[in-house]
């Protein structure tokens, strides 16, 4: 008998199970999918997380802001804590009593095109929107002002200047990084034929 014909009992025989082999060999290969998979779903979905939910922290901020909110014409000075999108960005607010409260705010009265997008020509605008209200923030001494409750739980709707910029929506408007949005339905940013996911 020659060595390699020898039964090994600590390693696991394949001899008569050609399917056991094959698996094997298939297991690295269903690794790498299920990882393309999530990354593709994703970059598909977006990770706009962690979504505020009721009994999170965000949204009793949110709540406690609007509830102090006060006139219309009431400033209210803001750390940006990050830009999420070309019409939305997480806020430090500084509350009279001097508590910092963090909410997420969308700007009043327009609408940018959405990170999750439907098509390229989306995605490219919606980048370019971000960037574009990321620089204005940057502008500094950002406040908020007319502070209004969104359809969304942890977030506030409120039209924010800086330093340098009156109307963050108007210059976003001017510049055609959004359009102008009163509630409703919102059109899509993709002409026919477009879209990434049909």
Partial sequence: MLPRDRINPYR??????????????????????VVVTAIVLTYRHGTNWPVPHAGDDRAQDAEIVLQHAGKADARYGVDVVRTIDGDTFVARVHQQDGRDLVTRVRLRGIDAPELKASCREELEKAEAATDALRNLLR??????????????EGRVVADV??????????ALLAGGYARSYNGGHREGWCARGWRFWQ
């Fill in 161 to 170: 200047a800086t330093k340098r910029t009156v109307n963050v929506s108007a």
């Fill in 12 to 33: 696991p025989s394949f001899s008569g199970a050609p399917f056991g082999r094959r698996f094997a060999g298939l297991l690295p290969w269903m690794f790498v999918l």
């Fill in 139 to 152: 502008e500094g001494g950002v406040a908020i002002y007319n502070i209004g409750p969104d359809k969304y």
